[in-house]
C-alpha cells in the first residue's frame, strides 16, 4: 500500500476495515457458544462496527459532495479535492488548490497582466 493515498481513500478503506473487524467480532462470538451472555456482547459489539461502518460510508457521500472534482495535471483523470492540499486518486500526484484564488471571479487580465516581479 501506499503511503499517501487520497484523503477519500483513506476513509473508504478504514470504512471497509470496520465492516471487516465487524465480522471478525461476531464471528469470535461464536467461540463462546457456551456463555450466551458474553456471545451476545461480541454480537452487539461486532454490529456496532458495521453500524459505525456504514456512518462512515455515509460521511463520504457527504465529503464528496463539498470536495471539488479537478482534472489531475499528471494523469489527465478526474479526481477529487478535499481540503487544500489532496493527492490524486489514480497517480498519488500531490494537488493544491490556491486558497487566494478561491472565491474569486476568473477575470481574463490576469492572463494577459505579465507578472514580473522575481
Ligand atoms: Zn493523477
Request: glycine letters at 6%.
Amino acid at each position: 500500500m501506499a503511503k499517501y493515498s487520497s484523503k477519500i481513500n483513506k476513509i473508504r478503506t478504514f470504512a471497509l476495515s470496520l465492516i471487516f473487524i465487524g465480522f471478525i467480532v461476531m464471528y469470535g462470538g461464536i467461540f463462546f457458544k457456551s456463555h450466551p451472555i458474553v456471545m451476545t456482547i461480541f454480537m452487539i459489539l461486532g454490529l456496532l462496527f458495521i453500524v459505525a461502518s456504514t456512518v462512515v460510508y455515509f460521511w463520504i457521500g457527504m465529503l464528496s459532495t463539498r470536495s471539488v472534482q479537478v482534472i489531475c495535471p499528471n494523469c489527465g483523470k478526474p479526481t477529487k479535492i478535499l481540503g487544500r492540499v489532496d493527492i490524486c486518486m489514480h497517480c498519488d500526484e500531490s494537488l493544491t488548490l490556491d486558497k487566494n484564488l478561491a472565491g474569486k471571479d476568473f477575470d481574463e487580465k490576469y492572463n494577459r497582466k505579465k507578472i514580473s516581479d522575481k
